[in-house]
């Protein structure tokens, strides 16, 4: 478990040199969030462009229906879609997460996502986005498990 938290420390450092973001415009380099969903709240910090289309995300959170506390570092890709005048940006994710008193004990595994997040510019929220991602996640420690999840949240850019 112990290298576990030192590879998310070392990936969360290392991004953290760089600028990121869920679509951010050339400004923006950072983003904090909150989103509720199944099976967690979640906090959520991140940085856009670490790389071209690329950005980092740290997760905390608090699991419903026995997961505990959650952690979770996620890389996004936004994807290139010309979505016209609207303000969406599509991106996908990967992922681990680990689970603290989850069930009394400890998981860790992975997910994997799809979402889209709507940015509030054109209503006069310039630095705000709405945003919904799904996906499947699966779980390694103590046994293997699959399952989906989802969330619904507020990102605030700057």
């Known amino acids: 478990m112990r290298k576990i938290v030192i590879m998310l420390c070392i990936a969360a450092t290392l991004a953290g040199g760089a600028a990121f973001a869920q ?62 005048n609207l303000p969406i940006v599509p991106y996908i994710g990967l992922g681990p997460t680990a689970a603290f008193g989850y069930l009394g004990g400890f998981a860790v595994g992975a997910n994997l996502f799809g979402g889209l997040e709507y940015r509030l510019g054109q209503i006069g929220f310039e630095p705000g986005g709405v945003f919904f991602e799904v996906g499947p996640s699966v779980y390694f420690v103590p046994t293997v498990f699959a399952g989906v999840f989802g969330r619904f949240g507020f990102n605030y850019h700057f």
């Open 23 to 84: 679509g951010s415009t050339t400004s923006e380099h950072y983003w904090v969030g909150f989103s509720a969903g199944y099976p967690a709240a979640d906090l959520h910090f991140g940085i856009s462009n670490a790389f071209p289309n690329f950005g980092v995300r740290a997760n905390f959170g608090f699991g419903y229906f026995g997961y505990g506390f959650t952690v979770g570092l996620d890389g996004l890709y936004t994807l290139p879609i010309n979505t016209g």
